[in-house]
């Protein structure tokens, strides 16, 4: 199993982008994702999530086509689970904030 990652900010500077192609190449999935978030005159939050890397169709950004043998070498590493009081901290930071909570979600969605 290759290593998965999935990166969240508000946005990414260029080498930071190219970086991920440059992995991604290497066999390391890897997702780019931003948010903005902005409170409309009714007072709620709103929060828009957009996946800038990678783009529906990743041929026409690639220097030359992926090859079979372009993630040969590539290590796979073991998942570690987290330990239960991580996931306690974890879960008490979420469900205090919702843009924590709404961010959550949307990466859950990305791993299912």
Request: hydrophobic share 45%; glycine share 4%; net charge negative.
């Amino acid at each position: 199993m290759n290593p998965r990652v999935a990166m969240l900010a508000k946005f990414f500077r260029q080498t930071v982008t190219a970086t991920a192609v440059w992995l991604n190449a290497r066999g390391v999935d890897l997702t780019l994702t931003t948010y903005h978030a902005c409170r409309i005159d009714s007072g709620e939050i709103v929060l828009t999530v957009s996946q800038p890397y990678p783009v529906r169709d990743m041929a026409h950004f690639e220097a030359a086509p992926k090859t079979e043998g372009a993630s040969a070498g590539v290590n796979s590493y073991p998942e570690i689970p987290w330990a239960p009081d991580e996931m306690t901290v974890f879960a008490e930071v979420v469900a205090n904030n919702p843009m924590a909570l709404a961010i959550t979600n949307h990466l859950k969605e990305m791993i299912v």
